[in-house]
Every structure is written in C-alpha cells, then in structure tokens.
C-alpha cells in the first residue's frame, strides 16, 4: 500500500490542530493540510503537470498540481478523472485502494491529457497498483520501471486479496507502454478463497524490457477435484510483449514469457504479438517461457496473432503457443509461429489431473519452429491423462538442413511430434512438410482407437521420413499399411502430393511472409477428409479470414489471401 495513503488520518489530525492555532493566533500558518478532493460533489476532473502548484485545486489545466505524491492523497470516487499532462514526465507512484474507483458506468479513469502519453517512473516500485478494487480504466499512459523495479515492481499491477465470491469487475488498459519492470502488467490472486477480477479489457498496449513477463494473469493453484477460476471475461488485443528476457537467477520456475494466462474462464487474445522474449531465462530452469500461453483455465481463444524468435535459456520450452497444465474446451487457431527456439504449437500436460481435455488446435502456420531444441517440432503434444484433442487443417513447415541443433544432437526436428499420455487424439486434413527431415516422430506405435490420422499431407523435398513407436517408414503407403493409419472405410486417405509452398524455399518473413505458405498446387485438395468425415466443426473461416468451403482442403489456407 502507499504510504502517502495510510497517513491520511494522520495528516487530517494535523490540518486540525493548524486550523485551530490559526483561529489562537491570527497568523497564516504554513503547510496547513487541505484534502485533494473536495468532501463532498463530483464527480470531480484533476489535472496534474510538472509546472503545477500542489497547492492547486488541480481542477483545471490552468491550476494543476505538480506530483503524483499529492494526487495520491486524492480518495477517487466513482467517474472521477486524474489526469496527467502528456509527453511529460512524473516521479512517483499511484495507489486505487479497496474502497476507491467506481463501476463500468462510472469508472475512475487515469490518462493523459495534451500531446502524447504521459510517462510515470516509479521509484524502485510499482507505477499503478489497484487493490482489491475495480471500476479503473488505464490509458495513454507509459511506465519506466528503474534498476529495483525491474526485480520487484509491476507497471500496473491489479491485486485481489480480499475473500468472497463476486469477483472485481470492470477493467479497462489501453494505448499503454509498460518496460523496465519485473512485469510489465500482472493481474492476480494468490488466496484460495479470494476470487480475482472480471471483464477486463487490454488493448493497443506494448509490453517490452520486462525481467520475468510482458502480460500476466494468475491465481490460486488449480485443484482437481473442485476446479476454479480467478478471473473471467478477458480480452486481450493488439497487445505487443517482446524483449521481456526472464531472469538468469530464477531456476525455480519459468520467466521470460510474452503473454501468459493463468486461472482464467472464457478469455480471447487476439491479434496479439509476441516475439524474442526469453533470451535470458535461466540455464538451470525446470520450466521454460513461451510467447503466448495458458495453463490452468477454461474456455481460452487464442487467434489471430504472432509468436516468433522466442527463445529459452535452458533445455524446455522457448515456443510460440503452449497449452500447458489443466486447460480445458480451449482453441488455438488463425496464428503463425516461426522461428522459435522450442515448438511453434505446444499442448502439455505434466499433472495426471484429467483437466487437460476438449481442446482444438486448427488453421495455424509453423514454420521453422525448434530451432535450438530438435527433441520438439511444429507441433507438439503429450502430457499425462490429456485426451480429446483435434489437431487440424494446420500448415507446418520444417526445414531442418544444415540446423547445427540439430547437427549437435544427432537428431532433426519433426513437423509433428506426438508422445505418450493421451488418447482422444485427432489430425487431420493438415499439411507437413520438410526438407528430409521427419514428418511425425511418434513415442508409440498408437492405434486409430486413441489416435487417428487422416486426411493429412505428408511432403518432403528429400528422403521420406515417418517415426512410429520404434519403426522407421520411407513411404507412407508402407506406413499406412503397418499402423492401419490414413484409412477410412477400408480406403487410404492422406498424400504425399507436393503441396507447392514457397516456404520451402524462401526466408522466413513476416508479416507478409504467412502468404508463402499457401499451397500453390491444386492436387491435394482431393485428400481433404472434410468436416462430415472428420467429425467436427471446422469453423467459419481460415487463416486468413476466407470462408471454409464445404469440402476443405488440407492446410491453414483454404485460398489465397485478398489483397
């Protein structure tokens, strides 16, 4: 808490005893204690700007005050405004304790006011810190954390402590730059009895320099047997997380994440960034970072964004998109990954809870993914007790050739690695393609019974290569044949048609560079299983926003994107 805040009583004692040796003395009497805001009235507007007196009423730009300090005494109530003077800088912090702020229809409202955002930078501590209260709404704001708050303050940290079961609804951050902090923005709870907050919206916000996370929301540890959420209703878009790069000395658990999810029911990141974060995190570490990813929640949507370049200190993780521990009615579709460390699409389960199921990975683009650690690939998924996972109608390239990771640990890379631990598992109607490298690397030599695989493009510009359980195959129709795989009724499903995809053969670009995945050969749309075969609904439209025909083809692209 602020300490500008507790001493309020104390400072209100103290204009009381100034007041009365005024009325004894008939003399002004210096430094007389006057409360920021009026008694009584509002909602009220404060301004506030470097060249201001504290001795303003701060109700005007023409009278504002002059620091955070005294703005801080202020006790805000619903629709009441701070704002502070744009491209100008103010030392300081500022406090929303349990008790202040407002509602969706009156928020408390902290933004800028002029020219361009206005810039708070906290002494070795958190920028904005809203306690166990909501009804706030951030924008066009920039936090620069120092050398201590980059090991023990937040940009804007939203913090529920209180019990009860309703949670602090309504918050609103945007158009806003946090860097220099150990997160950028953290929104959580760690009680097990306090529940967290609820339809909060995070848009148009750069997150970046951070030591141990970009975006992230927590909560209490997940419980198997009485699952619950800390927060609900989540939107999060255009939110842009890099350079955050995880600390070297924190072996004990991840950091260097972009965006991460956790304790949350019914959230959607969307058209989100997040890239070359994680450079930094610990050798030693146990867990690693991702770029955007989830765990222990329900009903999560991540589409429409990017993760690339992520990276990862130590042996684990370093990919684009993970669903981690217990996520559960989840789907990760519309997004591209390229050129991180560890997988571009990650589904993981390690706790044998049983949470981990009904989850959906489709229409999303890999390419050149576990550039650092080959024992991943595009995608990967295994974990313990996961089951009912569709994988479908994505697009993944791996090129591998010459890869020195690869090179050093006598082993390539899959376009699709599948392990142990799961059953319910579907794909298809996908393309994978390589360079000669594997296509699948699979633990076991799985049945269609827990695994079934069909309808799937299986193309390699040098020598096909497929790992099932502890066989090696050279062609799929031998493989086809051995694992009773790619059929349906009897009839063989599946290709290894060249698709035609110019990633094959160019730089990795981006933001453009999603085109060169587009097949350019027509040949394997008669391989498509289609959404009556495949047993599940496909979804409107795909990668690139195109309308799902009745009879798909293989692939995140269905044709080729508007121009």
């Known amino acids: 808490m602020n300490a500008v805040k507790r001493s309020r009583t104390t400072r209100a004692a103290a204009g009381v005893s100034a007041a009365v040796l005024l009325l004894l003395t008939g003399c002004d009497v210096p430094g007389v204690y006057r409360p920021a805001r009026p008694a009584s009235g509002g909602p009220f507007t404060f301004y506030v700007s470097p060249d201001g007196d504290d001795g303003n009423d701060g109700m005007s730009p023409e009278k504002p005050w002059r620091t955070l300090d005294h703005a801080n005494t202020a006790n805000f109530r619903p629709g009441d405004r701070l704002r502070l003077k744009g491209g100008e800088r103010f030392r300081g912090t500022i406090t929303l304790e349990e008790g202040e702020a407002g509602s969706a229809a009156r928020p408390v409202v902290i933004e800028a006011y002029g020219t361009g955002r206005a810039t708070i930078e906290p002494r070795g501590t958190s920028g904005i810190t809203v306690h166990d209260t909501a009804g706030v709404e951030i924008r066009n704001i920039a936090l620069v954390g120092d050398r201590k708050a980059l090991r023990e303050g937040v940009g804007i940290a939203l913090r529920a402590t209180r019990p009860g079961a309703r949670r602090l609804a309504h918050v609103r951050i945007a158009n806003v730059e946090a860097r220099g902090f150990q997160n950028g923005i953290s929104v959580g709870t760690e009680d097990d009895a306090v529940t967290g907050y609820s339809d909060v919206r995070v848009s148009d916000v750069s997150v970046h320099h951070n030591l141990e996370a970009g975006l992230v929301f927590y909560g209490p540890e997940f419980e198997e047997d009485r699952p619950a959420y800390a927060h609900s209703g989540l939107r999060i878009e255009r939110v842009t997380a890099y350079s955050n790069t995880g600390d070297p000395d924190s072996d004990g658990r991840n950091t260097g994440s972009g965006i991460a999810l956790g304790s949350v029911r019914d959230a959607k990141v969307s058209r989100s960034v997040a890239h070359d974060n994680g450079a930094r995190s610990a050798t030693d570490a146990q867990e690693g970072p991702e770029g955007i990813w989830v765990y222990d929640s329900t009903g999560v949507v991540l589409e429409n964004n990017r993760s690339y370049r992520n990276r990862t200190g130590s042996r684990v993780d370093g990919g684009g998109f993970g669903l981690d521990n217990n996520v559960s009615h989840s789907v990760v579709q519309y997004n591209l ?68 990771s690869a090179k050093a640990a006598g082993a390539r890379p899959p376009a699709l690695r599948l392990r142990d631990g799961m059953k319910g598992v579907s794909v298809h109607d996908n393309i994978f393609a390589t360079d000669g490298g594997p296509l699948i690397e699979a633990e076991s030599p799985y049945l269609p019974g827990t695994h079934r695989l069909q309808g799937n493009v299986y193309h390699s510009t040098g020598p096909w290569s497929l790992g099932w359980g502890s066989r090696r195959f050279t062609a799929l129709a031998e493989w086809r044949t ?13 290709t290894g048609d ?37 047993g599940v609904d496909v979804g409107p439209v795909d990668y690139f926003g195109n309308q799902v025909p009745d009879a798909p083809r293989p692939g995140a692209a269905q044709s080729r994107p508007a121009r």
């Not at 051995?482 to 599946?494: I, V």
């Not at 053969?505 to 009556?532: H, I």
Request: glycine content about 12%.
């Open 337 to 404: 990954a390229y050129g991180n460390d560890g997988p571009g699409f990650l589904v993981y389960s390690g706790r044998a809870t049983g949470a981990h199921r009904n989850n959906v990975v489709r229409f999303n683009m890999s390419w050149d993914d576990a550039r650092k650690l080959p024992e991943y690939g595009g995608i990967v998924a295994y974990g313990s007790r996961m089951k009912d996972l569709d994988i479908y109608n994505n697009t993944v390239v791996m090129r591998t050739r010459g890869l020195a």
């Open 482 to 494: 051995a694992s009773r795989q790619e059929l349906l009724d009897g009839e063989p499903t599946g």
């Open 498 to 534: 060249d698709p035609c995809l110019r990633a094959m053969t160019v730089a990795v670009t981006d933001p453009a560079g999603a085109e060169n995945l587009v097949p350019r050969c027509q040949d394997e749309a008669s391989t498509s299983m289609g959404p009556q075969a495949s």
